[in-house]
């Protein structure tokens, strides 16, 4: 199956509409949603979980996650703190999984807690300047109060590494899918430096990442 380059874009004003004929939306997962069990954990209510293959994109390893922080799987001291996100790139194929949620799963509240009018799909990244303009709008100061106590001072970055736990549930849900998903997400994956495969990072660092468990927390959502 494939899924063309502006899928994205169709999700997002998909999202943004009060009703659509079915009332569900299409949901790319590039990450920890490659695994259907950890997307479960987050829509227990999906349907239709397949795969897909997405030009024109390529998936990186540049956005600090806060999640990380909070149930302690990030490390400051290494800078291993950096989750998925993808871009677009000219040449570049990535697999992702494809799955149906209804609308009414997707309600994202704003940082002081109200709700959004309508559902809304994030699935590409941004730049700083454009997630406090667009995603953020209540500004920097309610941001940094809720995370500036992780020194989570800048999300998009090109010095942050991996989290380790998070990397490992990746590279295993992409496993789990197949030799071809496995390869894509080995060879097609990159660090923040835009230049690192994670196949040439897992040489690197041996088989530590490996052999990171999750926490107890965690188990389900970022088992593999």
Known sequence: MGVSPDI???ALALASLSTNVDGYISICGYGSLLSEKSARSTFPQLTNFRTARLTGFRRLFSIVGSFFFTHQIANLET???????V????GETIIVT???????QVVPETLDGKPFT???????SYTDEEFFKFKCSEGREIYFQQYG??????IWRDDVLPCRVYLRHCVLAAKSLGDEA???????????DRKTTIQQY??????SIMEEEPPESLKTRYGG
């Open 8 to 10: 994205l874009e169709e």
């Open 149 to 154: 106590e992780c020194n989570i001072h800048k």
């Open 202 to 207: 897992l040489e690197k660092m041996g088989t």
């Open 98 to 104: 494809v799955f149906d949620i209804h609308k009414t």
């Open 87 to 90: 871009e677009p790139c000219q």
């Open 182 to 192: 496995y390869s894509n997400f080995l060879d097609h994956t990159f660090l923040a």
């Open 79 to 85: 800078q291993e703190i950096a989750g998925l996100s």
């Open 118 to 124: 309508n559902p809304a799909v994030l699935c590409a």
